[in-house]
């Protein structure tokens, strides 16, 4: 498999669970809600390594449940707007302003981060007409 430069920590990743039928029961895991399955149909979306979604797959089934399971697995576009919304976070992302975090119109995925400048007129006049905050950060730019 070709590397793409990112690592991916699959120790936990994002598991969803549909659980029908059973036995009514309950579960809680650490940094989760309480999980809860009524004996009808219940869908859970945990973040588990896979050991752990096996035993939680196991716990249903042993109270009579069908269970399915998948992981949700990051694609490529989305590794690399995680490395660049990280990439801000610590700093490494010069901004125009010391607003531009916070904008309406702050896109990550365009050279200078600014939406409204890149953005084509329908879209840039739907939000404008749609979203309080579109239109205050518009008037508010120092850099408009």
């Known amino acids: 498999m070709a590397s793409t430069g990112h690592t991916i ?5 994002l598991w969803t669970f549909q659980v029908r039928g059973g036995h009514a029961f309950s579960f809680t895991l650490d940094a989760h809600p309480k ?4 004996g009808a149909m219940s869908l859970w979306s945990l973040y ?3 050991g752990e979604a096996r035993a939680v797959e196991a716990h249903a089934v042993s109270n009579g449940s069908r269970v399915t399971r998948h992981a949700e ?3 490529t576009e989305q590794l690399e707007e995680r490395d660049t919304l990280m990439s801000a976070q610590r700093g490494e992302i010069d901004f125009l302003t010391i607003q531009c975090p ?4 702050m896109d990550m995925n365009v050279v200078n981060r600014c ?3 890149v953005a084509d007129s329908p879209t840039r006049e739907t939000a404008l007409t749609t979203f309080l905050k ?6 508010s730019c120092p850099i408009r």
């Open 134 to 139: 579109a239109r205050e950060d518009a008037i």
């Open 35 to 38: 999980v809860q399955h009524d």
């Open 9 to 13: 920590d699959l120790t936990r990743v």
């Open 102 to 105: 916070s904008c309406f119109w």
């Open 48 to 50: 588990l390594s896979d």
């Open 73 to 75: 697995l990051p694609n």
């Open 115 to 117: 939406g409204l400048v």
